[in-house]
């Protein structure tokens, strides 16, 4: 019976590939849901050739549900996705052909016009595999390499038993209005270029967006909540505006078991991944944060994955900072490159908040002050309220070649020591 249900599969689409082609249209195959326990990873994956053989065209998924291991993408094929679409990923890992074949519901390897839209859901079902990451890690949702026009659009994540959308050496990529609900990393970046993030709604139990030695990025109208990092990110050139960040987390950190939020953004820049960017030139515009940890952590001398290349430019202006535990901890380079401005912002201390020295990944770090910069070129405030629960100083700037304080408000304004500079070579008040 199977076999003539896959004949009967083939005969269909061939039907529907050279109808569309005697018409001089894209290639569309419409895939027939099946019953819901049935893997059908062969069937969807002879679409995806099928419309790739013919240069290109639509696999469509109506409403229904679809399991199935790891496929692999064509070039110039659109995978599009009807509300109320599952693909959901079968919970035999033999399906994803071994862990060293293929370790993606979706993969694409050094294509070019690759889409994937539609109200469709991607079900990673949290498939675990004793040898992934951590140990139980098993594959991602979609992973991306050395590909080129990229389309993500109107899709959600869920469970996804790795990373969400894994993109590497990639360019022009476009991920708009995606949704993503726990697994663990929700977008993760590492040496691509060109990207176009908006509207998206990532809900995840680790890093919301994470990766290294990007370029020119834009990332905006995105709602964050994480048990992790909002941004554990490495790029130059990056602008983010217009974003909302909020913890704790909905959805737990599956290694750590927990649901605070670390840092809304971190510095990210791997030493063993060879990293050539510096992360600079970042615009970080009218974003809110809420009841995180810390809104930067920047470690450079020992930080955990933060010691490849240091931080240069960044300037944060609209920042509304609410309910944090410690503001910006940043321990910049012995050549002191760090330019860092805050422009037209007001932050404020979580009312339990007590302690001199934080630990953040492993690394205990020093933070004298509710605001920490050590080892800067340049740290600018301009129309900045910072707001502190106690008598402990609202700013600790240490080694740094030129400090300007513009209309900088502290509450309580009866502080005896609102900041503290050490060994600054100018300071403008």
Known sequence: MKKLLDVLFIILFSIIVLDHCTNNKAPLIILMSPDANTVITERIQQAIDSVGNAGGGTVLFPEGKYITGGLHLRNKVILRFEKGAILESS??????????????LIMGDSLRNITIIGEGLFDGIDLQNPEGEEGFRGPHAIRLTNCDSIIIRDITIKRSANWAINCRKCTNGIIENVS????????????????QIRDCDIRTGDDAFAGNDN?????????????????RFGCFNLVVKNCSIRGPGEYQQLSQHRNNTLSAFTHFSP???????VNGNWLIQDVTIEH??????????????????????????????????????????SARSLRLIVRNSSMSERKDTDFTEFTFEGRRQKVPAFF???????????????????????IMAKNG?????????????????????????????
Request: aromatic letters at 10%; hydrophobic letters at 35%.
């Open 91 to 104: 919970n035999n890992l033999t399906d994803f052909g071994g862990w060293k074949w293929t370790n993606a």
């Open 180 to 195: 993503i609900r726990g697994g663990h990393d929700g977008v993760h970046t590492r040496f691509c270029q060109d990207f």
């Open 401 to 429: 070649n030129r400090l300007v304080m513009d209309n900088v408000q502290f509450i309580p304004s009866d502080n005896p020591k609102p900041f503290i500079c050490e060994n600054i070579d100018k300071v403008e008040n």
């Open 372 to 394: 920490n910069v050590n080892l800067f070129d340049i740290l600018e405030l301009h129309n900045v309220t910072i707001a502190t629960n106690s008598n402990d100083p609202a």
């Open 292 to 333: 995180v940890d810390q809104v930067f952590n920047y470690n450079f001398k020992n930080g955990l994955w933060q010691t490849g290349q240091p931080a240069t430019e960044i300037t944060f202006e609209n920042l509304t900072v609410t309910d944090v535990m410690k503001a910006f901890n940043m321990l910049g380079d």
């Open 271 to 277: 030493p063993d991944e060879e990293p050539q960017l």
């Open 215 to 231: 370029q020119d990025f834009l990332i905006e109208n995105c709602n964050v909540n994480t048990s992790c990092n909002a941004f």
